[in-house]
């Protein structure tokens, strides 16, 4: 079974090369809302949310290229499967091999955001803390809050990327606020 079509562009959008098919990793499907983490030339890393053996949407994944994205290879689960979803991984990396997924989490009327850690470049992760604690809804902005820790203080990560955003063509440098604690991660200011 399919699951997922991408497509690539290298000039900013101008030009869009694809389709790339993404294998669906025994699972009923994917959903295609990706985050990605460019690591080389030809290779990234993508957050992607994969169907649930009963066919609703949920829990997300890790998967890599290092073709330019013509094969792909599954690293591991974010998270463990729960009766409600987990969705949306969005991808931060920290070190040549740590990265940070924060993921959006449903289970009845508790929606949270919650981190996951990776110490092997996306093979296993481990959960770190509600970013934004739950909730009946999600924040009305739609954009995470970040949680001070019991000092009244909030981190800020320095993180650096090889790519650049679309609205920001000279920006290479990304901050994430995210609370203190969690587990190894350097700050700045």
């Not at 290298?10 to 389709?19: C, F, K, L, N």
């Not at 080389?40 to 290092?66: N, Y």
């Not at 110490?119 to 009946?136: E, I, K, M, Q």
């Amino acid at each position: 079974m399919p699951g997922a079509w991408l497509y690539a562009s290298r000039d900013r959008g101008a030009v869009w090369e694809g389709p790339y098919q993404v294998p669906a990793f025994d699972t009923p499907g994917l959903d295609p809302r990706t985050d990605y983490l460019v690591t080389g030339p030809r290779t990234l890393i993508a957050g992607m949310t994969a169907f649930k053996p009963s066919g609703k949407e949920g829990r997300p994944l890790a998967i890599q290229t290092r073709d330019g994205g013509r094969t792909w290879q599954r690293l591991g689960w974010i998270g463990p499967e729960t009766d409600g979803f987990r969705i949306m991984p969005a991808l931060a990396r920290l070190g040549d091999d740590e990265l940070y997924a924060v993921v959006r989490r449903r289970d009845g009327q508790r929606h949270s955001l919650e981190g996951y850690r990776s110490d092997d470049a996306g093979l296993t992760w481990t959960f770190t803390t509600r970013v934004v604690p739950s909730a009946t809804s999600p924040p009305r902005s739609g954009h995470p809050r970040p949680r001070p820790d019991a000092a009244g203080q909030v981190r800020r990560l320095q993180i650096r990327q090889a790519a650049t955003n679309t609205t920001s063509p000279a920006a290479t440098d990304r901050r994430l606020s995210l609370p203190a604690g969690l587990g190894g991660c350097a700050s700045s200011g």
